[in-house]
């Protein structure tokens, strides 16, 4: 058994794992390196190297764990969701709730979803992290197909891509003008949009709410 195998070295790995993870939150990509992550985690310099084939791949683990703290999150918000038909305007603000976060932003939020649109790009010059995006959306999709599955809507998974693409683009264009309403923009361009990608199922039964 090697040592990153035993739950010593696993503890070790996952804090190293954590460690990135949080710098990489604070400071983004450039953040992350060797002896940072060492010294925020409390271990050896040479630790990063011994767990991880390279910083890289520590990287990608700690963009993983991110996502993967987002989607717990999300996964929350969703099981308090009951299954009712909703209108137009309660699915928005439940969208928004899963892909944004609450209606007044911290500073921990905001962080967040600027971290989250650096991954975005950085996956275009770092072919490690593609993978890595790709089950994160495949996750990200199958939360919201659970949230609009519970407000009584009509799932096309080929419509999920456009959905997240409104909010994706409303959001880099706020973070990057730094406005203070982050949900204002999304709000009002998928209130254009959710009944097309979304539409309510027609059960006449159902009252909307």
């Known amino acids: 058994?090697?040592?990153?195998?035993?739950?010593?070295?696993?503890?070790?790995?996952?804090?190293?794992?954590?460690?990135?993870?949080?710098?990489l939150l604070e400071g983004g990509f450039d953040a992350v390196r060797h002896r940072s992550v060492a010294t925020r985690a409390d271990l050896p310099l040479a630790s990063t190297t011994y767990y991880f084939e390279s910083l890289d791949d520590l990287i990608a683990k700690a963009v993983e764990r991110?996502?993967?703290?987002?989607?717990?999150?999300?996964r929350s918000r969703v099981d308090d969701v009951t299954h009712r038909r909703r209108g137009r305007e309660s699915t928005v603000d439940l969208l928004l709730d899963l892909l944004v976060g609450p209606a007044l932003i911290?500073?921990?939020?905001?962080?967040?979803?600027?971290?989250?649109?650096?991954?975005?790009?950085?996956?275009?010059?770092r072919p490690e992290?593609?993978?890595?995006?790709?089950?994160?959306?495949?996750?990200l999709d199958d939360v919201l197909t659970e949230a609009l599955r519970r407000s009584d809507r009509d799932v096309r998974q080929e419509q999920l891509r456009r959905l997240v693409a409104v909010v994706d683009g409303a959001l880099v264009t706020a973070l990057g003008e730094h406005d203070p309403d982050l949900r204002a923009l999304a709000r009002a361009m998928l209130l254009d949009v959710?009944?097309?990608?979304?539409?309510?199922?027609?059960r006449p039964d159902h009252v909307e709410l």
């Open 1 to 23: 058994m090697s040592s990153a195998a035993t739950p010593k070295g696993e503890r070790r790995r996952q804090a190293l794992v954590e460690a990135a993870a949080d710098l």
């Open 66 to 74: 991110n996502g993967d703290r987002d989607l717990a999150v999300m």
């Open 106 to 125: 911290s500073e921990d939020c905001r962080e967040r979803l600027i971290s989250r649109y650096e991954r975005f790009t950085a996956c275009a010059r």
């Open 129 to 139: 992290l593609r993978e890595v995006q790709s089950r994160l959306r495949a996750q």
């Open 194 to 202: 959710v009944d097309v990608v979304a539409p309510a199922l027609d």
